[in-house]
Nanobody
Framework: DVQLVESGGGSVQAGESLRLSCAAS????????MAWFRQAPGKELEGVAV???????TYAESVSGRFTISRDNAKNTLYLQMNSLKPEDTAMYYCAADSVILPGRELEDSQYTYWGQGTQVTVS
């Protein structure tokens, strides 16, 4: 199995930045795709950004140009740099991982097996 632990959430003002981290452990060698999802109160889980094995990235339209996903394979850590934060970015942010994701479905939560416990981001 793969264990994922997020960190870096917090409360910030609109326009500020945060960087989330997701530390992976366990059987990480088989992990090809890693992604960030978020869930705001009363809303469904939303795919935010994904990075696949060849470092190709995909973003939700709502965060494109403001958020950047990256990973450090040597540290088994996934990052999400969030700039120009807006109140509508307020949510619990989750890290997810799996070996292979069907093309075109990288931002669908049903595609991922491994999940972290989440980290809260609040923008006011």
């Amino acid at each position: 199995d793969v264990q994922l632990v997020e960190s870096g959430g917090g409360s910030v003002q609109a326009g500020e930045s945060l960087r989330l981290s997701c530390a992976a452990s366990g059987r990480t060698r088989g992990v090809g795709c890693m992604a960030w999802f978020r869930q705001a109160p009363g809303k469904e889980l939303e795919g935010v950004a994904v990075i696949v094995s060849d470092d190709r990235t995909t973003y939700a339209e709502s965060v494109s140009g403001r958020f950047t996903i990256s990973r450090d394979n040597a540290k088994n850590t996934l990052y999400l740099q969030m700039n120009s934060l807006k109140p509508e970015d307020t949510a619990m942010y989750y890290c997810a991982a799996d070996s292979v994701i069907l093309p075109g479905r990288e931002l669908e939560d049903s595609q991922y097996t491994y999940w972290g416990q989440g980290t809260q981001v609040t923008v006011s």
